[in-house]
């Protein structure tokens, strides 16, 4: 409540008391001056004649008193000593009627029920703080006691208790009555200071709606002049832009083209917005009027559904009109109720999901015409029927799953219902979740509803909208613009347009992948046109959809918008977090919302980077460039510790295999000669040709597992040697002469073994091939290669070949297999960090890209051929360097 000085409380508190005790006092005096002359008769009646005369002469200071009070009542006088006066009135009328008791009864006189009377009248008239209540009243009880203590003690000598009664009697009646005096002046300076705050309050609350109102008047004059100035350089950036994008100024570029036709599309945007914001302002001063005439609505619908029905068609919405009559006659604006129709066409449009429809019908109810848009989408909450119609109003995302001013102003409804009240009629909205929603235009026939202040009274007026728009002039480009149809059904357009961006095509050259989140298109065309030309840029519009893409394309870079409908950007990054496929994935949030509160909460989610809309192109394309090399970084950390971990690896395995290895050879060959000696022994002393025969046919057998399990120890003595070889300590990480096939033969036979799935490796690796590189990274590389390809093929059918050859200053080694193949799509990303087709806690993602990043700092490159079907070959080129060389 407002505050008001305790300065002012007192004042107000001190008139206001003044007045109520001087109107009581003149009511307690006029009481007075009526009821005294009948006590006289009663005087008269009841008192013997030798005291009469006192009681005569009291009765005339009570009506002298209450006189002199009536009289003093319009002195100032009175005003500022209301206590004394009103004190001084009762207690003299008090004491008056004490005077008389002792000669009528003493404490048992019938002449206490005036003291009762006094005191009660006293208590309901006045306001007395607490000093004067107890002053009068007990001082009234006091004076009876003492003008009666005679009675007193003959009643306390006697011992008679009953005579006292009288004395406590009057005794309780000033103790009620003072306490409900003190309650009630208690409670009346309360309800003042209440009152006197609230008329502070309402007085603030007035000059705020004052100002308020001059604010509102001055703001929609601001917005008119403004609005309106802004027409014209706007039809200065268009109508240039038309003609690049038709080539009047020269040849464009298609990406080019796309760009300016999608500046242009903004620019018709903004255009739209200031006609709709100088119709409100008009409507706001009732400056807006209409040009009315007789319209066939039946006709007028019919032709309008033909021209928005191409571009439902494009989202696959039926479209369909049906009225109930052949002709419906209105006066009406068709200018203005064909932008009442496009907007509420365009919301069904854009909530009607693929496969819906649209109907818009047509009846007559007595003198009135009724149409109806009737969609398939999802709905609304019927309890927002009305605030639907509110300017600026928008259905939360958690309200409503589809917001009927999604993506807008939210001045759309707001203007087709104030067009509709306009002509009269009335517009409302009907719907339930999941059931679709239907918006009904009801307007009246004849003109007679019309206010003569709303029409146009310009000879214009009498004029077809079509006809109307000929007479424009050929230099008004920004009216002849308005009246084309691309102009005029643009919210159509922008509600049934599917193609966010156009697929660029070379863009699977490009080795990055950006994903870009964004429920606006215009702002997804932008983000596309500034990145297109560095990385392949897949769009979603909204977060659960893009959550969907990056789990399929596994991008380096996600730039998100922040407020999106069914996921924000807050949970689509908490959700790329929490799967290990995309947790190291890279978070740009674009936001139009900049406060502090919305980047920590960003932080908390997993935002790597935070950047407020509007954003400079060339900071958002280097912040995007920033955070794929940080991918880069990644897959680099990862390959040196797959390096430090297989060195250590191998040198700990080749160890632990060696010793044993070794006791195993000796026992062997060992056991051999053993054996052999046994069967040279055993011959001679054979029974019989066919013992001899058994015997020489054990001995073949058993020579011939010897044979093979000495194959055996000798792979695996090959293998730890290539072990301990690859692991030896003080292997420095340095670009040496290395001989790339002896590599390559190696590590495709270490890895072969340790899969040891049955599948055919063929190596054709002739000769020596010597390049300058760190051999443990292309050791890996190759190894990369040779696992993905064992791993592809299926068993006993699968085959991978290593095959090598020399060129003049070029070392080719191709590594090919006959697998399932790889897909067009997955060929333009299957260097990207972090892509991988394999099943989650299967792969990093990363090897391929370590064979990418470990040719190209040789200098070389890596080409993939593939096709679904018939496997995959990829190919290493790299600089050719001289035998031996250091």
Known sequence: METVPPSVLEARWAAWIQEQNRRGARVAATLALAIVPFFLIIDRAAVPPETLPWFLALRAVQLGASALVLLACRSEWCRQRHLHATAAFIATLGLAIVLMTPMLGGLRSPYTAGLHLAMIGAGLLFLWPRRVVLLVHFGVVAAFVAVNASDLRRIVLLHEPLEGLQVLLLASVAAVVSAGQLVGYGRAREQLDNRVKLEAAGETLARAHSDLQRLDAFKSRFFAN???????????????????????????SEPQRATLRSIYLSGARLLRLIGDLLDLSRLEESRLRLRVRPQDLVRWLRSLVAQVSPLTERKRIELRFVADVEVSEVWCDLDRLERVFVNLISNAAKHTPEGGSITISLSEEGEQARVSVEDTGAGFPQELSERLFERFFQVDSETAQNRYTQGGTGIGLALARELVELHGGSITASSAPGRGATFTVTLRKGRSHLPPEVLERRARAEMVP????????????????AARDEFRLLDVFDATERRVVERDPDEGARGRTVLVVEDTPEVTRLVHTVLRQHFRVFTAPNGVRGLELALKQMPDVVVTDLMMPEMDGFELTRRLRQDPRTRHVPVLMLSARGELTDRLEGMDSGVTEHMSKPFNTRELLATVQKLSQASDAAAERVLIQQMDSLETITGGLA?????????????????????????????PKADGDAERARITALEGRTLRMFETAQAGLSRIGDTVALMRRYSREGFARVARSHDVFAGARDVATLVSSSIGRPVELVLELEGEAWVDCVAEELHQAISNLVQNAIEAVSDETGRVVVRGELLASEVLLTVSDNGPGISADDRARIFTPFFTRKAPGKGTGLGLTIVWRVVHALGGSITVESEPGRGASFCLRMPRAPKGAA
Do not use: C
């Not at 079509?466 to 613009?481: I, L, M, V």
């Not at 060992?670 to 022994?681: L, N, P, Q, S, W």
């Open 226 to 252: 403004v609005t309106h100035e802004l027409k014209t350089p706007l039809a200065l950036i268009l109508s240039p832009l038309e003609l690049m994008i038709d080539g009047e100024l020269g040849e464009l």
């Open 466 to 481: 079509n006809e109307r728009r000929a007479k424009h002039s050929p230099t008004d480009w920004t009216a002849q613009f």
């Open 655 to 683: 160890h632990e295999i060696n010793n044993p290895l070794n006791y195993v050879r000796n026992a062997f060959t060992r056991v051999r000669i053993d054996v052999t000696e046994a069967f040279k022994m055993a011959a």
